[in-house]
């Protein structure tokens, strides 16, 4: 029997929606490793590329920020 191996998901989550500007993330990957995979799995269509944002999240919470739902993961909001 040959068994088949798979590929593990990416721990990244985007919270809410992706806008065109702003990208809200939860991740437990290293933070360049998240910005790279942001920027090849929803590229801007623009020459600025996903960044990690210098403001703060609307809700007043630094950026980044420890996630209260799952231990290890860090919320970050991107922008291009």
Same mark, same amino acid.
């Given at each position: 029997?040959?068994?088949?191996?798979?590929?593990k998901p990416l721990?990244f989550?985007?919270?809410?929606?992706?806008g065109?500007?702003?990208?809200? /993330?939860c991740t &437990?990957?290293?933070?360049?490793?998240? /910005?790279a995979?942001?920027?090849s799995?929803g590229?801007?269509g /623009? &020459? &600025?590329?996903?960044?990690?944002s210098?403001?703060?999240f609307?809700?007043?919470k630094d950026?980044p920020h420890d $996630?209260?739902?799952?231990p290890?993961h860090?919320?970050?909001?991107?922008? $291009?």
């Open positions: 029997m040959v068994t088949k191996k798979t590929k721990p989550y985007t919270l809410g929606h992706q065109l500007v702003a990208w809200a /993330i &437990s990957l290293p933070l360049d490793e998240a /910005i995979h942001a920027n799995i590229p801007t /623009i &020459s &600025s590329r996903w960044a990690l210098e403001d703060k609307p809700d007043g950026n $996630c209260p739902d799952n290890g860090k919320h970050y909001l991107l922008e $291009c």
